[in-house]
């Protein structure tokens, strides 16, 4: 399936999830109806005009920590673009890995940050998450990991 083909079936269904719900916006996101997406629904981008997050790092390894502490990275980034940065949606692989988004638009040439957290209770051994991105930028999706040895406490 051709890149063009498939940007305009995400878009048409990012659009038909954004209106089935209530109108606002209630949680301080950024809905994803309102990101300017750089292309239209033929697949005709506006190249060159498009905002880019480049971080400076897209892994971070905490180390050995120990099983039930939780633990907190920053990913920094900067809008290399020639438009606004807009953040719309992160997720986290599991329920363990909660990212934190900016709520305001990066401007062409700031940079911003993304914390995200990760919760080791309940885990055992090499863990590997992701966070997936999805902005106005292009590519429109971004991946970032994190990782860590989880250690299980001796029993007392």
Avoid: W
């Amino acid at each position: 399936m051709k890149a063009s083909s498939l940007f305009a079936i995400t878009l048409l269904t990012l659009v038909a999830l954004g209106s089935c719900g209530p109108k606002g916006n209630h949680d301080g996101k950024i809905d994803s109806q309102d990101v300017n997406i750089p292309a239209t629904a033929d697949g005709k981008a506006v190249t060159g005009l498009e905002p880019v997050m480049v971080f400076d790092t897209e892994l971070h390894d905490f180390g050995k920590i120990t099983q039930g502490e939780r633990v907190k990275y920053s990913f920094k980034f900067k809008n290399t673009g020639k438009s606004e940065l807009i953040i719309s949606d992160a997720r986290g692989s599991c329920g363990c890995t909660v990212p934190e988004i900016p709520k305001k638009p990066i401007a062409p040439g700031e940079e911003s940050s993304m914390a995200v957290e990760f919760n080791s209770e309940g885990k055992h051994g090499m863990n590997e998450k992701t966070v997936t991105i999805i902005s106005n930028a292009k590519p429109q999706t971004k991946v970032i990991t994190i990782k860590a040895e989880v250690l299980v406490a001796p029993a007392k």
